[in-house]
Nanobody
Framework: QVQVVESGGGLVQAGGSLRLSCVAS????????MQWYRQVPGKQRELVAS???????TVAESVDGRFTISTDNAKNTVYLQMNDLKPEDTAVYYC????????????WGKGTLVTVSP
């Protein structure tokens, strides 16, 4: 059984910072990719940032220069440091993990809400 749990969301004023965390636990043999997505009601879920087990990272153009993704492979944890937050960053942030147990599959967390006030 694999669990993916996000934390760190909350309410912050524009220009502020938050750090999201996501931990994958269970009978995990290896992790291939850890990603952050976000979704606003009525819109499609969008990829915000991605990190591979090899250390490659990417962030969406809309958050480039403000958000940073990092991982702690020993803890099966991925972080999203969000600086200079804007009201348009308000969304539910989801963690997606591609990993191998007895097979390779993708697992999603339940999300954490980030609200940025003007």
């Amino acid at each position: 059984q694999v669990q993916v749990v996000e934390s760190g969301g909350g309410l912050v004023q524009a220009g502020g910072s938050l750090r999201l965390s996501c931990v994958a636990s269970g009978s995990i043999l290896s992790i291939k990719v850890m990603q952050w997505y976000r979704q606003v009601p009525g819109k499609q879920r969008e990829l915000v940032a991605s990190a591979t087990s090899g250390g490659a990272t990417t962030v969406a153009e809309s958050v480039d220069g403000r958000f940073t993704i990092s991982t702690d492979n020993a803890k099966n944890t991925v972080y999203l440091q969000m600086n200079d937050l804007k009201p348009e960053d308000t969304a539910v942030y989801y963690c997606r993990v591609e990993l191998t147990t007895t097979y390779t599959g993708q697992y999603w967390g339940k999300g954490t809400l980030v609200t940025v006030s003007p």
